[in-house]
């Protein structure tokens, strides 16, 4: 196992979680997709793994990193997926991620409150791109809870771990909680009361990408 992260992200760290995250979508690819094939296009889970190949490719050699800074790692791998990945989940993942990394700046580390920050310029952006609100069928409805029990978490006294277990948590949470909801924005919202009785595609790969910061930052 790897050494604990401490109470930082650094552009390792950051590199970290979006390997993790690449291994995690393509491991669930098939289930993405056919999430998908439910309620929208059918391509949700093999685009966002091609979308994350492409982010872990753009990510700085191992060498680099160290004189790297977190938000750099971020910015690069949002711009890769939005260049490698169909469909809405491109923009929006590449968004997320680009704000993410332009809120933390060009510190060499990221403390818990930044990366709370960080989460919450990610839900902003998407939440701008996409113009949906929590209770919409989207992955904000992962995305949103995650980002308001990480704060919770932080304002408890909680550290980075527990802080983004939290997050992780509230996101497969909020995840489950949109298969009664009828979808009022996307390609499901043509299918009406049909979107009902789904697990949203987007909120379950955002709950993937939510696991792997807390897999990443609780490794001892």
Not at 142 to 161: E, I, V
Request: aromatic letters at 2%.
């Amino acid at each position: 196992m790897s050494a604990p992260m401490g109470e930082h992200l650094d552009a390792q760290g950051a590199a970290a979680w979006i390997r993790h995250a690449a291994e995690l979508v393509s491991a669930d690819a098939e289930r993405l997709t056919r999430l998908d094939a439910a309620i929208g296009d059918g391509d949700h889970g093999h685009n966002l793994d091609r979308g994350f190949t492409a982010a872990v490719a753009a990510l700085p050699d191992e060498a680099e990193l160290p004189g790297t800074r977190p938000g750099k790692v971020l910015i690069a791998a949002g711009r890769a997926i939005v260049s490698k990945t169909g469909g809405a989940s491109g923009p929006l993942y590449g968004t997320a991620l680009r704000r993410a990394g332009k809120a933390l700046g060009d510190a060499s580390e990221a403390d818990a409150a930044a990366v709370g920050d960080a989460l919450k310029a990610a839900l902003d952006g998407v939440q701008e791109l996409g113009q949906a609100n929590e209770g919409d069928k989207t992955m904000i409805d992962a995305l949103a809870p995650a980002a308001a029990a990480y704060r919770d978490a932080l304002a408890g006294g909680a550290g980075l771990a527990a802080c983004a277990r939290a997050a992780a948590d509230a996101a497969e949470a909020g995840a489950d909680a949109t298969v009664p909801m009828q979808a009022r924005k996307g390609r499901a919202s043509y299918l009406g009361p049909r979107s009902t009785g789904h697990l949203d595609p987007g909120a379950a790969s955002t709950a993937l990408v939510l696991r792997a910061l807390a897999d990443v930052t609780g490794r001892e």
